[in-house]
């Protein structure tokens, strides 16, 4: 699988459940307050500068489309939506 242009192929980092100080316990996908969450770097695009292969980032959650492939769901992105790179 290789990423093309200024995309990249991601796959992300499992956070778990969160307590909040109330006692709830939230999952991964309920917790509205984070804009940003963080993943694992499998391929780049040609046209991609400042992110390498198995870099950790940040990117904006309400970005890029998920894909499935041999039943492992990856997320593509574009490089604007990168915030961090660790």
Same mark, same amino acid.
């Given at each position: 699988?290789?990423?093309? #242009?200024?995309?990249? +192929?991601?796959?992300?980092?499992?956070? #778990?459940?969160?307590?909040?100080?109330?006692?709830?316990?939230?999952?991964?996908?309920?917790?509205?307050?984070?804009?940003?969450?963080?993943?694992? +770097?499998?391929? $780049? #695009?040609?046209?991609?500068? #400042?992110?390498?292969?198995?870099?950790?980032?940040?990117?904006?959650?309400?970005?890029?489309?998920? $894909?499935?492939?041999?039943?492992? $769901?990856?997320?593509? $992105?574009?490089?604007?939506? +990168?915030?961090?790179?660790?």
């Amino acid at each position: 699988m290789k990423a093309i #242009g200024r995309n990249l +192929v991601i796959q992300k980092t499992k956070a #778990g459940t969160t307590t909040t100080k109330g006692g709830l316990m939230l999952a991964e996908n309920q917790r509205e307050d984070i804009r940003y969450i963080e993943a694992k +770097v499998l391929s $780049i #695009g040609s046209e991609v500068v #400042g992110v390498k292969e198995n870099d950790t980032i940040y990117y904006d959650v309400t970005q890029g489309f998920k $894909i499935e492939i041999e039943k492992t $769901i990856y997320h593509v $992105i574009k490089l604007q939506d +990168v915030v961090v790179v660790l």
